[in-house]
């Protein structure tokens, strides 16, 4: 039996090429449209998922290869699904604006030099 870590990979990086395709030009003009904060959230919580199963599944090339900051998405992930009312929507309209790149990079990163690859086979 095979684990496979490319699906998860793929799926979080679709959400994220998403997600790219949803952030406004502005923190302001995100904070005054919540259709599109709903939209942007979905698709955070889908990395933030797909990731946190990489590190429940994968753990040894997850701890060796992931950047810090995808444990973080995957606690932000657990804030949307368990604590709805508690996401400062202000904080994530700014990291829209600032921050998004690293992810987009680590994800493709992670792609296109196999970090799960060792860990694909089940002893």
Known sequence: MRKRAAPYLLSAERAFNRLETYVPDSAQVFLEQHVLQDAILLQIFQIGENLSQLRSRFPEPYAKHAPEFWDE?????????????????????????????????????????SWFESSDEMP
């Not at 699904?81 to 990079?105: F, K, M």
């Open 73 to 113: 998405i995957i606690g932000f992930r657990n804030t949307i699904a368990h604590g709805y009312e508690r996401v400062r929507i202000h904080e994530v309209g700014g990291y829209l604006v600032e921050d998004l790149e690293p992810l987009g990079s680590s994800l493709r990163v992670a792609i296109t030099d």
